[in-house]
């Protein structure tokens, strides 16, 4: 079975993984297993509770984050995160995610986010940082781990 994305070049960030298919909204474009626990937080680790690090096996750890992503994140039964067409996605669009979908806190990418979308935010945040109305937009598509952290510090509701 052939995977519908693949890893090339991309302009001014490295990599990334782009689709050899097209995507429908709602259809999983990629599957979330997990390689390996991690004792920190780091650019490839993915959140998967308050204090919960994992890395993700295959070409996962190269999507690039996208401010306004084709992407979400849909939890798995192995707490992986899969990966769901938020947009369609057509064969050569780069596939991207919004790293606040699944990551509380982010302080370690550069100042400046390079995602190049026209809503960018200016930089990379977590989930923490993210408007009320940008956390909406992703309601359903984001970690629920997030929505539980939220009330914890915030007092929001869940």
């Given at each position: 079975?052939?995977?519908?994305?693949?890893?090339?070049?991309?302009s001014g960030?490295?990599e990334?993984?782009?689709?050899?298919?097209?995507?429908?909204?709602g259809?999983?474009v990629?599957?979330?297993v997990?390689?390996?626990?991690?004792n920190?937080?780091?650019?490839?680790?993915?959140q998967?509770g308050?204090n919960?690090?994992?890395?993700?096996?295959?070409?996962?750890t190269k999507?690039?984050?996208?401010?306004?992503?084709?992407?979400?994140?849909?939890?798995?039964e192995?707490?992986g995160?899969?990966f769901?067409?938020i947009?369609?996605?057509s064969?050569n669009?780069?596939?991207?995610?919004?790293?606040a979908?699944?990551?509380?806190?982010?302080?370690?990418?550069?100042?400046?986010?390079?995602?190049?979308?026209?809503?960018?935010?200016?930089?990379?945040?977590?989930?923490?940082?993210?408007s009320?109305e940008?956390?909406?937009?992703?309601?359903?598509?984001?970690?629920?781990?997030?929505?539980?952290?939220?009330?914890?510090?915030?007092?929001?509701k869940a």
């Amino acid at each position: 079975m052939k995977d519908g994305f693949e890893l090339r070049k991309s302009s001014g960030k490295g990599e990334g993984i782009y689709a050899t298919q097209s995507f429908t909204v709602g259809e999983i474009v990629m599957v979330g297993v997990i390689k390996e626990a991690l004792n920190e937080n780091h650019s490839h680790a993915s959140q998967i509770g308050e204090n919960k690090f994992v890395l993700h096996d295959g070409l996962i750890t190269k999507v690039n984050h996208s401010c306004d992503p084709n992407c979400g994140i849909r939890v798995n039964e192995t707490n992986g995160h899969n990966f769901v067409a938020i947009d369609e996605i057509s064969v050569n669009e780069e596939i991207t995610f919004d790293y606040a979908m699944r990551n509380y806190m982010i302080d370690y990418f550069p100042k400046e986010c390079m995602c190049g979308s026209k809503k960018c935010r200016g930089r990379i945040t977590g989930w923490k940082d993210l408007s009320n109305e940008k956390k909406k937009d992703y309601e359903g598509f984001a970690a629920p781990y997030l929505l539980e952290l939220d009330a914890k510090y915030s007092g929001e509701k869940a």
